[in-house]
């Protein structure tokens, strides 16, 4: 198990890669984010991205898909999110793009009203194959303290 006191700044956690296909792209598009540059490869030819790209709502739930495959799938009362800040999507996401993320620990601070947790505050990356950001984003997440 992975405690508040485990999640030190600094620490950077690596998740396992995924290559995104067109047709999951366009998947994900019809159902969460239906617009042409996602859904409609000779459209998204005229758009802003010149080409199918993913939306960015997909790039970061795949990145939550992955994060919760990696190391971090052990701390100890899951990943209780509290927020997020700062989401950015720099780069689109492109058909054969293969996305990886890194998770550094950012800062923490105990629960001066709850003594058994604390607030862990982390920045996740995703990147390509070509280590271009493809998200970025920064969370608090609300971890157990390791028992007595």
Partial sequence: MLYFEDL???????????TISQQEIIDFARQFDPQPFHTDTEAAKTSVFDGLAASGWHTSSLTMRLIVASELKNVANGLIGMGIKDMRWP???????????????????????????????LRWTTLNQRDEIAMQLETSIWVARRPD
């Avoid at 030190?8 to 998740?15: A, D, E, S």
């Avoid at 996305?99 to 709850?114: D, F, H, N, P, Y």
């Fill in 8 to 18: 030190t700044p600094g620490r950077v956690f690596h998740t396992a890669s995924h």
């Fill in 91 to 121: 780069q689109p996401t492109r058909p054969g793009d293969t996305l990886r993320a890194e998770i550094e620990v950012l800062g923490q601070k105990a629960s001066s009203s709850k003594p058994d947790f604390g607030v862990v505050q």
